[in-house]
């Protein structure tokens, strides 16, 4: 009976050590969501499609899937919110550049609807976006000083679309207007490529939107400048707005997936492996080639502290924005 007894308790211990780690290895359990904040077209929807096309082949994806859902509203951050409502479980989570992200959350100023670094964990990212002055291919300006003199020479004031009121794109637009002193006014859209949309319709003067917008509309958008302190791998004969005299535009946005404050370790390195395996994909990288947007990994922590250099930059230009408003 003793032995019978001791058999027993043996038995069950090796079933649990047996079983502990499949628990413990139970990510993902079901397929992936990740939202996005814009409608179908733009550079995050964009990438996210051609991200989430390969997250099955990851290994720690276990096969399945990731899906997406266009959540467009207040310059993404309703689709922020909506993944803040789901379980921080690693099954909900949200693709966006860094830039938008902080520059839509430094708007809504004290009435903030969340602060990243205390509601989200960055995973990693495996692309940026880069903002760039379009304009129609009918426009007689070649240069951005071009644009700029032929503005003030109007005298009119320059209506300019952008893919949401507080995105990277619009703060950037923002300060290229301020700076040059041009009377202009701001059109918001859902997503780039309804901004692209207006700029070839001839609603718009001028847009400020992803690089990677343009290619398929060539005979309809001239890129004149691009942000950045160097140019746009993606788009090398473009000249920076630094390169054609004007500073304080330095910046692009980092494209990251973001998860819900409280994700498990096991979450954190599942996915991060995921981003860095799939960015590392031949044929993501031809995907992201062809739509004009770079492929390159960067993890968590780089990431993160590249959050807060944002946050450095962004912060008093948000502010002052705010100001002339």
């Not at 240069?143 to 032929?150: A, G, K, S, V």
């Not at 992803?210 to 509309?217: A, H, K, S, W």
Request: charged share 20%; glycine share 10%.
């Amino acid at each position: 009976m003793h032995f019978a007894k001791k058999l027993a308790v043996s038995l069950a211990t090796a079933v649990t050590l047996a079983v502990t780690p499949a628990v413990a290895d139970d990510y993902p359990a079901k397929p992936v969501k990740i939202m996005v904040g814009f409608s179908a077209g733009g550079g995050t929807d964009t990438t996210a499609r051609g991200f989430a096309s390969y997250m099955h082949e990851a290994p720690t994806m276990k096969g399945l899937p990731a899906y997406i859902v266009n959540l467009p509203g207040a310059s993404g951050q309703k689709a922020a919110k909506a993944v803040l409502d789901e379980d921080a479980d690693g099954h909900t989570l949200y693709m966006i550049n860094i830039g938008t992200f902080i520059a839509g959350e430094l708007a809504k100023g004290d009435e903030r609807p969340y602060h990243i670094p205390d509601d989200f964990v960055n995973l990693g990212c495996a692309s940026q976006l880069v903002t760039s002055l379009q304009v129609h291919a009918s426009n007689k300006a070649k240069t951005m000083q071009e644009f700029i003199d032929n503005a003030k020479a109007s005298g009119e004031e320059i209506t300019w679309g952008t893919s949401g009121a507080a995105t990277m794109h619009a703060t950037i637009g923002h300060v290229f207007f301020d700076s040059a002193g041009i009377k202009h006014k701001k059109v918001p859209f859902k997503g780039g490529s309804k901004a692209r949309a207006a700029l070839v319709s001839q609603s718009v003067d001028a847009v400020f939107g992803g690089v990677n917008t343009i290619p398929g509309f060539e005979a309809d958008i001239r890129a004149l400048a691009s942000a950045g302190a160097e140019r746009d791998p993606m788009a090398p004969d473009l000249m920076t707005f630094k390169e054609q005299g004007m500073d304080g535009i330095e910046f692009t946005g980092l494209m990251c997936l973001f998860g819900k404050k409280g994700v498990s370790e096991e979450v954190m390195t599942d996915v991060g492996a995921a981003i860095e395996h799939i960015a590392g994909v031949k044929g993501y990288k031809t995907y992201m080639g062809k739509n004009d947007l770079a492929s390159f990994y960067t993890n968590s922590a780089d990431a993160t502290a590249a959050q807060g250099v944002m946050y450095d930059v962004m912060g008093p230009v948000v502010k002052q924005i705010l100001a002339n408003q």
